[in-house]
């Protein structure tokens, strides 16, 4: 049987095929889901592994970063499906220097993002690390996976955040199988 979160993720998925988008804050249905022990962590690496995998079309230093972040997320350790804590720890700090530019604006300083993907791998190393350990920083991480600006809706779920939400259900539905598998019989 699939859970609430499934149903509510298919729902996001249908109302984007009705409507042409659906709400960013449809996603906080994961904050409770994140409440589960191992899933915000889990969570933080499949993202990572996705982002860095995307990767190939930068260049310069963001392309290497995320190079090498492929390289440690995918390749099998001594640890199995969990990275070397130093190696990423080091990958974390360099990803966040590289991106660390503030420019004042009227509002306040703001920090510029010069590649996306290499964001998302630096917030999913954050969750595996532990220095962001709350459902809400794993919904906000799912939020800047999935949103996709649009001038008609602007920073929405809409047409190309479709597939990456069908990603997240799959993901989902992968991890509930296992803990079903795993529970009692």
Not at 13 to 40: C, M, N, S, Y
């Amino acid at each position: 049987m699939a859970t609430s979160v499934q149903h509510k993720l298919a729902a996001i998925i249908a109302e984007i095929d009705l409507t042409g988008h659906a709400d960013v804050l449809r996603l906080t249905v994961l904050k409770k889901w994140f409440r589960q022990p191992g899933r915000l962590v889990a969570f933080g690496l499949w993202v990572a592994r996705r982002a860095a995998a995307r990767g190939a079309l930068s260049e310069g230093v963001a392309a290497e970063l995320l190079g090498q972040a492929h390289a440690l997320l995918t390749e099998p350790g001594s640890r199995g499906p969990r990275p070397d804590w130093s190696a990423t720890e080091t990958l974390y700090r360099r990803s966040r220097a590289f991106q660390d530019e503030l420019e004042r604006q009227a509002w306040g300083p703001v920090r510029m993002i010069r590649n996306w993907d290499l964001l998302l791998v630096e917030q999913g190393l954050a969750l595996y690390l532990g220095r962001c350990d709350s459902p809400t920083d794993g919904y906000r991480l799912a939020v800047d996976d999935c949103a996709h600006y649009d001038p008609r809706y602007g920073k929405d779920l809409n047409g190309p955040s479709r597939d990456r939400l069908e990603a997240l259900l799959a993901y989902v539905t992968a991890v509930e199988a296992a803990a079903q598998s795993d529970g009692p019989s």
